[in-house]
């Protein structure tokens, strides 16, 4: 099995998930720096489901993306699930992001040649488990989003809303501590958006699942406990939402 | 991790990959197998080729021809020299052979009438035929025993006849041997052929002398003693090992078939550029796709597996395609290259097959490192701005 916490800090058993201290990013373009990012501290408790919101250029996805691992802060700390980030070499990052962290993208880009089923198996493969163990999971996994009568169905066979539905059974299959998604209902219709927003609900009250979720739409964040409104690289706002 | 689990999900991805292009995998697997055809059929070639010429150690098989004649119509020996032949120290045995061939020049289906005594052939080929086939043989004067090659090109068995160069022969049996000369030969009695052939009168002239050593060492002087012997006669004689006389007569065809050869390695280094291209076209395409798996954890030397795996598949599938077109053609067709009078036979090789595939493989994995490096080291963030 993997073993990400050997050379950095560990925070395991904390009931904060994620923790920031004073992050930046930077992007250097054309010569000129853009600061995407600005003296970001933010503290997210285990369990919680967050709204990131913000317009366009805010920073909110740069934002998730440096929660999920997929890109590195320019300056400040960075921990996740017991892990600092900012420490983690390429490829300890990746196995970090293979069990702790689950990302559902607006797009879903699921692998269009896999059918449903093996494309949320498709991560299992970066964990030890047996064939029927990935089967278990697998099928749990897509009994937890609805969709299991479409296993065999290929992406191009599914409406928007079940591929977002394979997209999150794919983000859940390996159990992660952090599920993250980057504008989940971007690109549904009103009542696939709702389908799918109360799916995130479930995983959330009957699972207990961590979501931190970017969103341009107010009704969508209604569905989170705590809203965290970005403007130009900078935190403007950290409340809790009232149902 | 277990390595060998994300290797298996590489390889359902990669696996699948080929059916998400359906038209551009079948191209590049089509174009794969073309030059894997192409380089095992002229390989087929070569190696025959080598087979016949090629001296090994033990060789003991000379032949005599006459001096200067490069073609069995113009080779013409008094019969009578097998005796002051066979007195040549270092001799084991010594047979006159007639040749009457259909076609003297550079052929793919030509026949090889051989006439010899019958009761000296009857000795140095038994166990080639059944004893009931040579019984047959040995009782009719106007009998053929007929290499298999032969039999399968012209489609004769026991007891048909048939015509060729103006001879008209009955099918005595199969001959099976592993020289090539045998396998593209019709045995006749050296009487018959020698009447049938009406050359040089009826009796007493021969194409050749096919001589054995008793001992491998003593080739090349045996050969010495035999053209000295006649160097002052009416109809001198130059002799050769059997491979370097084939290989003389073959002398066009080995450049052509080397000239082949060229243009089989030459089909290869364009399965490089063909894989390599699909390769690179297919990874550009999907740029965002590595991009997830790197999200959903997969690791750089994952996605360079994934990329060679991709190709691989290509050079492999499409090597085997090639290389068993190649084994069932040469198999089907049982064709010898015949110039001269020397015949080359064409066989099937599996190990040919098991080269070519090898190539193609070795060749289009060295064609995904490139691509391969590329996708390890993307960067997830610069794969989904792509």
């Known amino acids: 099995m993997q073993n990400t916490n050997a050379t950095t800090p560990q925070i395991h058993g904390s009931s904060d998930i994620i923790v920031c201290d004073n992050l930046e990013k930077h992007y250097s373009r054309g010569g000129e720096t853009v600061r995407v990012l600005e003296s970001i501290d933010l503290t997210l408790a285990r369990g919680a489901f967050v709204a990131l919101m913000g317009p366009s250029g805010s920073g909110k996805t740069t934002l998730l993306n440096l929660f999920a691992g997929i890109d590195r802060p320019t300056a400040g700390t960075l921990m996740v699930d017991g892990q600092d980030l900012t420490k983690l070499s390429r490829a300890q990052l990746a196995q970090w992001r293979a069990t702790s962290v689950g990302y559902v993208f607006q797009l879903y880009h699921l692998v269009p040649v896999l059918t449903a089923y093996?494309?949320?198996?498709?991560?299992?493969?970066?964990?030890?488990?047996?064939?029927?163990?990935?089967?278990?999971?697998?099928?749990?996994?897509?009994?937890?989003?609805?969709?299991?009568?479409?296993?065999?169905?290929?992406?191009?066979?599914?409406?928007?809303?079940?591929?977002?539905?394979?997209?999150i059974a794919r983000a859940i299959v390996t159990r992660p501590?952090?599920?993250?998604?980057?504008?989940?209902?971007?690109?549904?219709?009103?009542?696939?958006?709702?389908?799918?927003?109360q799916l995130l609900s479930q995983l959330h009250s009957e699972r207990g699942q961590t979501i931190v979720m970017v969103t341009h739409d107010p009704s969508t964040a209604t569905h989170a406990q705590r809203l965290v409104r970005l403007d130009k690289g900078q935190l403007v706002e950290d409340v809790a939402v009232l149902s | 991790m277990s390595r060998a689990q994300s290797i298996m999900g590489m390889a359902t991805l990669a696996l699948r990959g080929m059916k998400r292009r359906p038209t551009r995998s079948a191209l590049v697997l089509a174009g794969v197998a073309v030059a894997v055809f192409l380089f095992c059929t002229v390989d087929a070639m070569r190696s025959g080729v080598e087979r016949a010429t090629q001296k090994s150690a033990g060789e003991t098989a000379l032949i005599v021809y006459r001096q200067n004649r490069f073609c069995p119509f113009t080779s013409q020996l008094p019969q009578s020299y097998e005796s002051a032949i066979a007195k040549i120290p270092g001799v084991a045995s010594v047979t006159p052979v007639k040749i009457v061939v259909s076609n003297c020049r550079a052929s793919l289906d030509v026949v090889t009438f051989r006439g010899v005594p019958p009761q000296e052939f009857a000795v140095t080929h038994s166990g080639s035929a059944s004893a009931q086939d040579m019984q047959s043989w040995l009782s009719r004067g106007d009998s053929a025993l007929i290499g298999r090659e032969l039999a399968q090109r012209r489609r004769l068995k026991a007891g048909d006849r048939f015509t060729a160069a103006g001879v008209d022969a009955f099918v005595a049996g199969i001959i099976e041997s592993d020289l090539p000369q045998d396998q593209s030969s019709a045995f006749v009695h050296l009487s018959f052929l020698q009447e049938q052939a009406k050359r040089g009168g009826t009796g007493g002239v021969v194409t050749q002398f096919d001589v054995r050593v008793s001992d491998p060492a003593q080739m090349d002087s045996v050969a010495q003693a035999i053209d000295e012997r006649f160097a002052k006669d009416q109809s001198p004689t130059t002799t050769r090992a059997e491979t370097a006389h084939v290989a003389r007569a073959a002398t066009d065809v080995i450049v052509l078939v080397g000239f082949a050869q060229a243009l089989g390695i030459a089909a290869l280094v364009a399965v490089f550029a063909l894989v390599a291209n699909a390769i690179?076209?297919?990874?550009?395409?999907?740029?965002?796709?590595?991009?997830?798996?790197?999200?959903?954890?997969?690791?750089?030397?994952?996605?360079?597996?994934?990329?060679?795996?991709?190709?691989?598949?290509?050079?492999?599938?499409?090597?085997?395609?090639?290389?068993?077109?190649?084994?069932?053609?040469?198999?089907?067709?049982?064709?010898?290259?015949?110039?001269?009078?020397?015949?080359?036979?064409?066989?099937?090789?599996?190990?040919?097959?098991?080269?070519?595939?090898?190539?193609?493989?070795?060749?289009?994995?060295?064609?995904?490192?490139?691509?391969?490096?590329?996708?390890?080291?993307?960067?997830?963030?610069?794969?989904?701005?792509?």
């Open chain 2, 280 to 386: 690179v076209l297919s990874m550009r395409s999907r740029e965002k796709e590595i991009s997830v798996l790197q999200t959903l954890g997969f690791r750089g030397v994952h996605l360079a597996t994934l990329v060679l795996l991709e190709a691989l598949l290509l050079g492999g599938v499409g090597g085997m395609i090639g290389a068993g077109a190649s084994y069932a053609a040469v198999s089907l067709a049982r064709t010898a290259m015949t110039m001269e009078g020397v015949s080359i036979a064409i066989a099937p090789s599996f190990a040919i097959a098991l080269i070519g595939v090898a190539i193609a493989i070795g060749l289009s994995v060295l064609a995904g490192i490139v691509p391969a490096i590329i996708a390890a080291r993307q960067t997830i963030v610069a794969g989904f701005r792509s």
């Open chain 1, 118 to 167: 093996e494309n949320v198996e498709l991560p299992l493969y970066l964990h030890e488990l047996s064939r029927a163990q990935r089967h278990e999971r697998v099928s749990e996994a897509l009994e937890a989003v609805g969709i299991s009568d479409r296993h065999a169905h290929y992406p191009r066979q599914l409406s928007g809303g079940q591929e977002q539905r394979v997209a």
């Open chain 1, 177 to 197: 501590a952090l599920l993250l998604a980057d504008e989940p209902t971007g690109d549904l219709d009103r009542v696939a958006a709702a389908s799918i927003m």
